[in-house]
């Protein structure tokens, strides 16, 4: 089998098995699927290996020792201290090893995987159907691999198969778990299908900006006129949805700025909250503000009491517009923190 086959072999088996895109993870898979044929000096990783190829060949045959479960042990072992290092490639040397002599077990005299033991196995059973090393067959197996290892980069990019085909399928689950692997790195954008709880309207592909996610089954959107909203399957949700397809649109930088108040009031703050920010945290009043509640959409400010006439705000991911007319003259302590959403490449206002 040619060294190519055995590469991209190897790259698929770390790919697929490993869930990667790596470029480090697949090259080290796509080099150790040579290593098998060390076996023999005339192949590119004998010749590499010269006087080690030539020890081996002078006492086993080929596709024999190195070429088996046994020598996959070995490596295993011989390479164990890489885990120290980075388990994930030291599980690249291992399956690309593997996938290298397995992958001969579809030639025509197949391998003796279970060495010391001489059978070989050999796949599949019809002598007909078996590889010949540069056959049309096997540059067609060729063309197979290579489609497969760019679909398996395809996919895994996306964050893995199966998370792939949530995200096409727009399950909540997998909305959630994008936004919290990717939200500090990504401008994310929301599609969803559903209903708006109390008013049970429809929502079909209306579009949303995602801020965060709030719990596994939720997360904060906000539309284009700056109301919030907590999405997804949970009873706590004002858009119940079933199908939220969430996209990258562009990559960001989070600005995060701390912000300390000993009786001092938001609207005092200098340099003053940037309109584009989010405020979270906790905030000490000594009065209650007057506010509406609002059941149609997420309400960023939860107020508890303490008693005394005093009460603890609670601001999650809440936009500057909606908070500061209610706590923007009063004394407040404690601390908040403002996170900015900028584009990579955009520059800060």
């Not at 995200?167 to 401008?187: F, K, N, Q, T």
Request: overall charge negative.
């Amino acid at each position: 089998m040619m060294a190519l086959t055995h590469s991209l072999a190897s790259a698929c088996g770390v790919a697929l098995c490993l869930g990667t895109a790596s470029p480090l993870l697949i090259g080290v898979g796509a080099i150790a699927g040579q290593l098998p044929d060390a076996d023999t000096s005339h192949s590119w990783m004998g010749r590499l290996l010269f006087p080690i190829s030539r020890r081996i060949e002078r006492h086993w045959p080929h596709r024999t020792l190195t070429h088996s479960l046994v020598a996959t042990a070995a490596i295993a072992l011989l390479f164990s201290p890489v885990i120290f290092v980075s388990l994930q490639i030291w599980g690249a040397i291992v399956l690309g090893y593997s996938f290298g002599w397995f992958a001969d077990c579809f030639t025509k005299t197949g391998v003796a995987a279970f060495w010391p033991y001489q059978a070989r196995l050999v796949i599949p059973g019809n002598p007909r159907l078996r590889l010949s090393t540069g056959s049309r067959i096997e540059y067609l197996l060729v063309s197979v691999l290579a489609f497969t290892l760019a679909f398996s980069l395809f996919m895994n990019s996306g964050g893995g198969l199966m998370r792939s085909i949530e995200g096409w399928m727009g399950m909540p689950s997998s909305a959630v778990e994008l936004v919290l692997s990717e939200g500090d790195r990504w401008e994310l954008q929301a599609e969803a299908w559903g209903v708006e709880r109390l008013t049970q309207q429809p929502i079909t592909g209306k579009v949303y900006r995602v801020l965060a996610a709030i719990t596994q089954l939720d997360v904060l959107l906000q539309d284009e006129e700056g109301w919030l909203y907590r999405a997804g399957q949970s009873q706590e949700a004002q858009l119940q949805v079933w199908r939220l397809r969430v996209e990258r649109v562009q990559p960001i930088q989070v600005e995060l700025r701390t912000l300390e108040f000993d009786d001092t009031t938001l609207n005092e703050v200098d340099p003053p909250i940037p309109k584009d920010a989010y405020l979270s945290g906790v905030l000490e009043l000594d009065e209650e503000p007057e506010r509406i509640p609002d059941p149609f959409h997420f309400e960023p400010l939860r107020l508890q009491g303490m008693g005394n006439g005093r009460f603890l705000a609670h601001l999650q991911s809440a936009p500057p517009d909606q908070i500061l007319p209610l706590l923007g003259d009063s004394p407040a302590r404690g601390r908040l923190v403002a996170r900015r959403l900028i584009p990579s490449s955009g520059v800060r206002p």
